[in-house]
């Protein structure tokens, strides 16, 4: 198996929702949601390329890393490299209906699994989209994050508690879908939360709780007032709302707020093992890589998806070595130049 495989049979099963790019920057797919795009422009999705792309690292060649560690664990979970993959539901309109629901997350959570991390799996309009996330979290034994959309309290309590029960490490909820177009037109109720309802889902719940789609060092704080244990730093991919600034550009800010309190993930163009590397360094715990394993599994499987990660994990190590890093877990910021 190669990249270049991966990404021929990937490109051909996916378009037109996916042209599997050169460079996937969200330029050829701009609004084209439903689909793999960023609403409107696709401004939102370009912002997360543009801003990790403009933090270079420093490179440092005269120390003694030759061995870098780049385990780590994140909320009780052991990952092999701080990555887990980012839920992608609604195959069947959103991916070209590449594959069933449910085979697609069972390749994904196999795939990430097989590399040594775990990968979240998605909510949607229809039932299937949750449902099949279980399905693969039961038979996987826990590898899957099951994230769920912005309903009513009572109704995320009883989704994140059937996630337990199916022996789910953690659960989300994907806060930025709070006007989603697919929710929307399927006549779902979706709403953004006060701390309080965020409070009232992390008392009722049994396993960590993670907020994603936080964007602003405020909602950050009101995250750590409610208690929760962990924030997505999301612009939902740019399929949310345009003209929002990258990930990247606002990380920094809120790391600085949170300071410590609760684990920071992050997500938007993460593609490759020097960009997981300069999110650590802006102030992430870990990152979600979403677009590059969906083209792994409709490329190559479970096999594929693994691939895309080992790639990953590899140019990690480079990025560590010739940044003098010894430790995911303790970046210095001075890896950014």
């Known amino acids: 198996?190669?990249?270049?495989?991966?990404?021929?049979?990937?490109?051909?099963?996916?378009?037109?929702?996916?042209?599997?790019?050169?460079?996937?920057?969200?330029?050829?797919?701009?609004?084209?949601?439903?689909?793999?795009?960023?609403?409107g422009t696709g401004r939102s999705f370009h912002n997360n390329m543009e801003a990790l792309a403009a933090c270079r690292l420093h490179m440092r060649t005269v120390h003694?890393?030759?061995?870098?560690?780049?385990?780590?664990?994140?909320?009780?979970?052991?990952?092999?490299?701080?990555?887990?993959g980012a839920a992608i539901g609604g195959i069947s309109f959103n991916a070209n209906n590449v594959m069933p629901e449910v085979?697609?997350?069972?390749?994904?959570?196999?795939?990430?699994?097989?590399?040594?991390?775990?990968?979240?799996?998605?909510?949607?309009?229809?039932?299937?989209?949750?449902?099949?996330?279980?399905?693969?979290?039961?038979?996987?034994?826990?590898y899957a994050i099951p994230i769920i959309k912005?309903?009513?309290?009572?109704?995320v309590i009883e989704m994140a508690n059937r996630a337990a029960e199916a022996g789910a490490p953690a659960f989300g909820m994907d806060i930025d879908a709070a006007y989603l177009v697919n929710m929307k037109r399927a006549g779902q109720p979706v709403f953004p939360k006060t701390v309080d309802q965020l409070a009232k889902i992390k008392r009722e719940t049994k396993i960590p709780f993670i907020v994603k789609g936080i964007m602003s060092p405020i909602d950050a704080e009101l995250c750590c007032q409610a208690g929760v244990d962990a924030i997505v730093v999301s612009n939902h991919g740019g399929r949310a709302l345009d003209d929002l600034p990258g990930?990247?550009?606002?990380?920094?800010?809120?790391?600085?707020?949170?300071?410590?309190?609760?684990?920071?993930?992050?997500?938007?163009?993460?593609?490759?093992?020097?960009?997981?590397?300069?999110?650590?360094?802006?102030?992430?715990?870990?990152?979600?890589?979403?677009?590059?394993?969906?083209?792994?599994?409709?490329?190559?499987?479970?096999?594929?998806?693994?691939?895309?990660?080992?790639?990953?994990?590899?140019?990690?190590?480079?990025?560590?070595?010739?940044?003098?890093?010894?430790?995911?877990?303790?970046?210095?910021?001075?890896?950014?130049?």
Request: aromatic share 2%.
């Open 150 to 155: 912005p309903r009513e309290p009572e109704a």
């Open 247 to 337: 990930t990247a550009e606002v990380l920094p800010e809120i790391a600085d707020a949170v300071d410590g309190r609760l684990t920071i993930l992050v997500d938007g163009g993460i593609r490759s093992g020097g960009d997981i590397l300069k999110m650590l360094a802006l102030g992430a715990d870990a990152v979600l890589v979403g677009r590059p394993l969906m083209v792994g599994a409709a490329g190559g499987g479970a096999e594929g998806v693994a691939f895309m990660l080992n790639k990953m994990a590899g140019e990690l190590e480079a990025a560590m070595i010739l940044t003098g890093t010894a430790d995911v877990a303790d970046v210095d910021p001075d890896v950014i130049w």
């Open 1 to 39: 198996m190669d990249l270049a495989t991966i990404r021929e049979i990937a490109r051909q099963k996916l378009s037109p929702a996916c042209k599997v790019c050169p460079e996937c920057n969200g330029v050829a797919c701009a609004g084209q949601v439903p689909g793999m795009g960023g609403v």
């Open 64 to 84: 003694d890393v030759v061995e870098p560690k780049k385990n780590c664990t994140i909320l009780g979970m052991d990952l092999a490299i701080p990555v887990i």
């Open 103 to 142: 085979d697609y997350c069972r390749t994904v959570v196999e795939g990430c699994k097989s590399a040594g991390v775990i990968c979240m799996t998605g909510d949607g309009p229809v039932a299937t989209v949750f449902d099949s996330g279980l399905v693969a979290c039961r038979e996987s034994g826990g």
